[in-house]
């Protein structure tokens, strides 16, 4: 079965990038998910199909593959950026499940 | 536009049942799978299973074979997931969501449902 591994926190001045890290053994085999939750909040889908962009999701969210790690990157980080992340992967060998990473907190300085 | 609802806050004793309801609007319900995630406090997002409106067939993680049951009425586009057995740290916050990408996604979320398991 798969686990996807995610730092617990990243650090970043606003106006600077944030890249958001998830691995996994089967990164290629998989489309990854990512969500942001805000505190007190429901999970909001940013990215999909490992760079997919909902709509009303701004430009400055984006999602990209290198080897086996996918990376969320947030570029002009704004004060409201400040929550949890988390990647979801659909893991199709076995019993059909589906997985999240840890989380990851982005704190904005 | 999607709309999901969920019933409100529920506060059970160990080993009794609870049954959340997930009310959906603004689109096919038969049309999408709904998935239930819970989050117990302080902690990250765990996957429980998912039901198709069309057929009412269902998957549950491991973790939960036994203890629950997802089921609909597609009369009131409406989904539910009851866990029974509850423990204390059965205590979450509970979310259903559309599963908007043939699987790999969950695009609309309800706003959750804390269930408190407390003697």
């Known amino acids: 079965s798969d686990v996807l591994t995610q730092s617990p926190s990243v650090s970043v001045a606003p106006g600077e990038t944030a890249r958001i890290p998830c691995g996994t053994n089967?990164?290629?085999?998989?489309?990854v998910q990512w969500y942001q939750q805000r505190p007190g909040q429901a999970p909001v889908l940013v990215i999909y199909?490992?760079?997919a962009r909902p709509s009303g999701i701004p430009e400055r969210f984006s999602g990209s593959l290198s080897g086996d790690t996918a990376i969320l990157t947030i570029t002009r980080v704004e004060a409201g950026d400040e929550a949890d992340y988390y990647c979801?992967?659909?893991?199709?060998?076995?019993?059909?499940?589906?997985?999240f990473g840890g989380g990851t907190k982005l704190t904005v300085l | 536009q999607v709309q999901v609802v969920q019933s409100g806050a529920e506060v059970k004793k160990p080993g009794a049942s609870v049954k959340v309801s997930c009310r959906t609007s603004?689109?096919?319900?038969?049309?999408?799978?709904i998935h239930w995630v819970r989050q117990a406090p302080g902690q990250g997002l765990e996957w429980m299973g998912w039901?198709?409106?069309?057929?009412?067939?269902?998957i549950y993680a491991q973790e939960f074979q036994g203890r629950v049951t997802m089921t609909r009425d597609t009369s009131i586009t409406t989904a539910y997931m009851e866990l029974s057995g509850l423990r204390s740290d059965d205590t979450a916050v509970y979310y259903c969501?559309?599963?908007?990408?043939?699987?790999?996604?969950?695009?609309?979320w309800g706003q959750g449902t804390l269930v408190t398991v407390s003697s």
């Open positions: 969501a559309r599963d908007g990408c043939g699987g790999e996604c969950f695009d609309h």
């Open positions: 603004g689109y096919t319900f038969t049309g999408y799978y």
């Open positions: 039901i198709s409106p069309h057929s009412g067939g269902t």
């Open positions: 089967k990164i290629g085999s998989h489309s």
């Open positions: 199909y490992n760079a």
């Open positions: 979801q992967v659909w893991d199709r060998s076995g019993d059909h499940r589906w997985v």
